[in-house]
C-alpha cells in the first residue's frame, strides 16, 4: 500500500478536520462511552464493541459532512483507533476509582491506572 502524507491530508481535507472530528467529537463521545460502561460494572470488552461502532458514526460524519470516502478501511482503522484509545483510557480511569472508593478496605490507588491490595 502506497500512501503518501500529502494524500491522506487531500483525502482527509485538513489536520483540524480531524483533530474537530475525530480527536474532538469521537474522543469525547468515547470517553463518555468508556466511563459509563465502567460505571455500570460491565466487561472491557463492551467497550470494544462500542468503539467499533462509533468509528462508523465518524466515517459517516466525514462523508456527510466533509464529502469524504465513507468505506475507506484505513480511515476507518484511524477513527476507530482513537475512539478505542479514548474508550479504553475512560474506562480504566473510572474503574480504578470504583475499586479504590467501593472496596477502601480491600485496594489502594497505585498510580492512575492500577490499583493494589492492603495486605
Known amino acids: 500500500m502506497d500512501l503518501s502524507i500529502p494524500e491522506f491530508l487531500n483525502a ?16 469525547g463521545a468515547a470517553a463518555l462511552a468508556g466511563r459509563a460502561i465502567a460505571a ?26 466533509y464529502a469524504s ?25 473510572k474503574r480504578v476509582q470504583q475499586m479504590t472508593t467501593c472496596y477502601r478496605w480491600i485496594n489502594r490507588r497505585a498510580g492512575p491506572l492500577r490499583w493494589r491490595s492492603r495486605a
Do not use: E, K
Not at 467497550?47 to 462523508?63: D, E, P
Not at 482513537?82 to 474508550?87: D, I
Open 12 to 27: 482527509q481535507h485538513s489536520l483540524l478536520v480531524f483533530f474537530l472530528v475525530d480527536v474532538g467529537l469521537g474522543g
Open 40 to 65: 455500570t460494572w460491565r466487561p472491557w470488552w463492551h467497550v470494544v464493541t462500542s468503539m467499533l461502532l462509533l468509528g462508523l458514526a465518524l466515517r459517516f460524519i466525514h462523508f456527510s459532512v
Open 69 to 93: 470516502a465513507f468505506l475507506a478501511p484505513h480511515y476507518y482503522l484511524v477513527d476507530t483507533a482513537v475512539c478505542l484509545f479514548a474508550g479504553l483510557l475512560s474506562f480504566r480511569l
